[in-house]
C-alpha cells in the first residue's frame, strides 16, 4: 500500500538505545473508493474491563451496516480507547484483530488520532495499524480523495489548531473530517466546553458540503461543526441518544443509525422499589445514589440488599451503589441562607468544569494533564 512520508524529525527510544530518523510516518493513502456512501464514528473508547466488552460489537455492526448500504468508507474521528497508553496484550490484540476482520478488500476505515490516542503527539499508540490493507490512520492533516472526486481534509487532535492549520487548504475541500472541541459544545453532563471559534472554518473560506467531528460524546451541531457523537454510552451518567451517521457524499445529506448497546445511567431514588424499566431496559448498566435522611441511616444495609436484588431481577448491571445523605444538601442550603441573613454575598455560580478551566489556565497546567483533570470530572458526574 502507497506510504506518505512528511520531512520532520523524530525521536525512538527502544531497549535501551536510541535514534533519531529523518522522516515521521504521517498515513498512507486509499486506493479507488467508488462508493458515495460512507459510515462516520467516533469515541469509542475501547476497555479491557469485561464490563466494556459489548462495545466490540461496533465492529460487526458497522461491517453489516455497510453491506447494507454499499458503503466502502468507515470514518473513526478519534479516541479508538479510553486510556492513552500502556494498554494490555489482550486489549491490543483484540482491537488489532477487529479491524483487521472489518477493513476488506471493499471497505477502508479511516482513523484519525484524537486526544485519547496519544501521549506524544509524534508517536500516537496505534499508528501502526497504519500498516494493515485498507486501514489508514493520520497523525498528521492530510488531503485524501474519496469516491474519485472528493477531497477529505483530515484534521488529527491537536493542541494548537491555528499553527499547525494555517497551511492547510481549508477552503478546497469538499469534507472535513477533524478531532477538536469547538467552544460551546454542550459536554455528558451538560457543562459548556471552551475551544476553538465556532465559525472558524467558515472565516477560513470553507465551501464545501460538510464539517464533521469527533471528541465530544454528545451528538449536536455547533457552529460550522456537526458532532457525531458516540455510538453508545461512555460514561455513567450520560443520557444523550447514541449514533453513527450515515453520509452521501454526492449530497451531503446524512441518516442517522443505532448501534443496539446498553445504557449507563445514574439513577437516584429513596428505595430499591423506584428502579424500574420505565426508562431502562434488562441489560442496562446504572449507578444508584440512594438518598436517605439522617434518622433512615440505620437501614442502610438493608436498603443495599434491596437495591442489589432489584437490580438483579430487572435484568441491570449495578456498577455502584451509593449512599446520599438528604440532610447534607437541606444543611448547605441552610448555611446558605444564614451567609445571606449576615449580608455576605454569595460565590458566583459557576461549574466545577469552568472552575477547573479557570486553574488550569492560571496554573499553566499542561495539556495532557487538563485533559485528564476534565475526564476525571466527567465519570464524577
Excluded at 462508493?35 to 476497555?47: C, E
Excluded at 476482520?101 to 484524537?114: C, E, M, N, P, R
Excluded at 486501514?135 to 485524501?144: A, E, R, S
Amino acid at each position: 500500500m502507497g506510504i506518505r512520508w512528511k520531512l520532520s524529525s523524530s525521536h525512538y527510544t527502544h531497549s535501551g538505545f536510541s535514534q533519531t530518523v529523518s522522516s515521521s510516518y504521517s498515513g498512507s493513502q486509499p486506493g479507488s473508493i467508488m462508493s458515495p456512501m460512507a459510515l462516520i464514528t467516533s469515541d469509542l473508547h475501547f476497555t479491557h474491563k469485561p464490563e466494556d466488552a459489548y462495545r466490540f460489537g461496533i465492529f460487526d455492526w458497522l461491517f453489516d451496516q455497510a453491506q447494507k448500504h454499499k458503503v466502502e468508507s468507515i470514518y473513526i474521528l478519534g479516541d479508538i480507547t479510553d486510556a492513552k497508553d500502556k494498554h494490555p496484550a489482550s486489549l491490543v490484540n483484540n482491537i488489532v484483530l477487529r479491524f483487521d476482520q472489518l477493513a476488506s478488500s471493499t471497505i477502508h476505515v479511516f482513523i484519525l488520532k484524537g486526544n485519547h490516542d496519544y501521549v506524544d503527539a509524534d508517536l500516537p499508540y496505534f499508528e501502526f495499524l497504519d500498516k494493515w490493507n485498507n486501514v489508514h490512520f493520520y497523525k498528521d492533516p492530510v488531503t485524501v480523495g474519496s469516491y474519485g472526486r472528493f477531497s477529505v481534509l483530515m484534521l488529527p487532535h491537536t493542541n494548537n489548531p491555528y499553527y499547525l492549520w494555517a497551511s492547510e487548504e481549508i477552503d478546497k475541500a469538499d469534507y472535513v473530517f477533524l478531532h477538536q472541541t469547538v467552544d460551546g459544545s454542550l459536554a455528558s453532563n451538560g457543562h459548556a466546553l471552551p475551544g476553538m471559534p465556532r465559525n472558524y472554518f467558515k472565516r477560513r473560506g470553507f465551501r464545501g458540503s460538510g464539517i464533521f467531528s469527533g471528541d465530544v460524546h454528545v451528538p449536536q451541531v455547533m457552529g460550522d461543526v456537526t458532532y457525531v457523537g458516540s455510538p453508545y454510552h461512555v460514561h455513567y451518567g450520560d443520557s444523550f441518544v447514541p449514533r453513527v451517521l450515515l453520509l452521501d457524499m454526492d449530497t451531503g445529506e446524512t441518516s442517522n443509525l443505532s448501534f443496539p448497546a446498553p445504557q449507563r445511567r445514574t439513577i437516584n431514588v429513596n428505595d430499591a422499589d423506584e428502579i424500574n424499566l420505565a426508562s431502562l431496559r434488562a441489560g442496562d448498566y446504572v449507578k444508584v445514589r440512594v438518598w436517605l435522611d439522617r434518622h433512615e441511616l440505620v437501614d442502610w444495609e438493608r436498603k443495599k440488599r434491596e437495591v442489589v436484588e432489584r437490580c438483579k431481577m430487572l435484568g441491570l448491571n449495578l456498577g455502584g451503589l451509593e449512599l446520599k445523605k438528604k440532610d447534607d444538601s437541606e444543611g448547605a442550603s441552610s448555611k446558605a441562607t444564614d451567609r445571606a441573613a449576615a449580608g455576605v454575598e454569595p460565590l458566583l455560580a459557576v461549574s466545577p468544569g469552568q472552575v477547573f478551566d479557570r486553574f488550569a489556565e492560571r496554573e499553566k497546567v499542561d495539556p495532557y494533564t487538563t485533559d485528564v483533570g476534565k475526564e476525571l470530572l466527567q465519570d464524577e458526574d
